[in-house]
């Protein structure tokens, strides 16, 4: 999330005031086109680094801007974020003291409640969005987390692949922790989309070189 300085940078600004900071004010301070600061910082709340909230400002008129606040999370650029490999491990050993469809019901709801939070995180305000638009945003979001993902286009519809996935070999040794990640999607998608019904495929858990999930 951080490897690109100039995330970092506007990052760093958004924190530096409790009022945060609009895209055309990053645009402005760092010479960017306001697009390419807009998504920065979207990637930025996908991420939860930093929420956004609805500027109208006084004595404006018009559509009201987002605006990008820290949430105060902790970091240190100094190191690489740390996998919390102990706890995903005690997290799959506590879920297979349980019948397996009712372990993965339970992973896949706290993942779909998290995904929801996510998206109202991102966009709050705003309504349903077109599918692509909503796929997009999955997939920025799933990638600030660590999947490496991106959306494509498929004869079957569109899909979101993962290249990678921060619960590394563990997912293997408990793959009914992929229930996070599938609630992950839904929550996101709905809340972003308002109905859609991901399939999901391919899984590197079960040995494939990524996770595939076809709307």
């Known amino acids: 999330m951080f490897g690109d300085p100039t995330r970092r940078h506007i990052y ?20 960017l086109h306001p697009n390419v600061a807009r998504h920065h910082l979207d990637k ?51 879920l297979e ?21 996510l998206a109202e995180q991102m966009h709050p305000g705003e ?17 600030a987390h660590g999947f490496a993902a991106h959306t494509e286009a ?14 590394g070999e563990i997912s293997a040794q408990h793959p009914v922790i992929c229930a996070v990640d599938r609630g992950m999607v839904r929550g996101m998608l709905h809340a972003l989309h308002g109905e859609g019904d991901p399939a999901f495929g391919t899984s590197r858990a079960s040995g494939d070189d990524s996770c595939v999930t076809t709307i």
């Open 97 to 117: 003291l349980l019948p397996l469809d009712v372990a993965a019901a339970m992973a896949e709801e706290v993942g779909e409640h998290y995904g929801r939070e």
């Open 127 to 143: 309504g349903h969005r077109s599918m692509q638009s909503a796929l997009h945003a999955v997939a920025d979001a799933l990638t």
């Open 44 to 94: 930025l709340a996908g991420g939860g680094y930093v929420e956004v909230a609805m500027d109208a400002g006084e004595g404006r008129t018009g559509r009201p801007s987002k605006r990008y606040r820290s949430n105060g999370r902790p970091l240190d650029f100094e190191f690489p974020t740390r996998r919390h490999d102990l706890l995903t491990t005690l997290l799959g050993r506590a």
């Open 154 to 167: 498929r004869a079957d519809g569109m899909a979101i692949v993962s290249d990678s996935c921060p619960f």
């Open 12 to 31: 760093l600004a958004a924190r530096e005031t409790q009022t945060g900071i609009t895209a055309a004010e990053a645009a402005k301070r760092f010479g």
